[in-house]
């Protein structure tokens, strides 16, 4: 297998931060906004979306941590015992605008067990999604609202977002090419 970079951490940071400043200009502000990070590397995107907002805006927005482990359709398909992690989100999101992050938007199928996570969690006034990569190849018909970069990719190809904080090494986006 081959690997080529294609986002290093300033360019991550980057596009969060201009992730971050979208949010608050379609939402006119940050008031009524909940960030939920889809496990597991959503978690710490939200989180840094989060601390952006806080510097642009000068207030926190809560932040939260979605485990849908127990709501993908291939549940199945992932072996005899996942690991179901613990969903924290310590705000009610009820009549609040949710703002899903996840790292890489593919089928769409984790954001559709994203979305039947959050309606057992309560009725939000509307939900939007934030994703670093969205590389196409849509098996539902969902879209981001927020994107840090379209990368088409080929269906064999993987793409690879490595954050320190879940992966203890240097940010990067890099695709992984199949040997031919």
Not at 121 to 146: K, N, S, T, Y
Request: charged share 30%.
């Amino acid at each position: 297998m081959s690997e080529k970079q294609i986002f290093n951490a300033d360019e991550i940071r980057r596009a969060l931060i201009r992730i971050a400043h979208e949010i608050a200009e379609r939402n006119e502000g940050i008031r009524d906004l909940i960030l939920v990070g889809i496990r597991q590397r959503g978690v710490p995107l939200a989180a840094r979306i989060a601390a952006a907002l806080a510097d642009s805006e000068g207030q926190e927005v809560p932040v939260g941590q979605l485990d849908i482990t127990l709501y993908r359709d291939d549940l199945s398909l992932r072996g005899p015992a996942p690991i179901v992690r613990k969903t924290m989100i310590q705000h009610d999101i009820t009549g609040h605008t949710v703002v899903l992050v996840d790292d890489v938007l593919y089928t769409g199928r984790t954001v559709r067990a994203a979305l039947d996570a959050l309606a057992d969690l309560g009725r939000p006034a509307r939900i939007q999604l934030a994703v670093l990569i969205d590389r196409g190849h849509r098996e539902l018909p969902l879209r981001a609202d927020f994107v840090g970069k379209n990368m088409p990719t080929s269906r064999e190809e993987k793409v690879d977002v490595r954050l320190r904080e879940t992966d203890q090494t240097e940010d990067a986006v890099i695709i992984v090419h199949p040997d031919s």
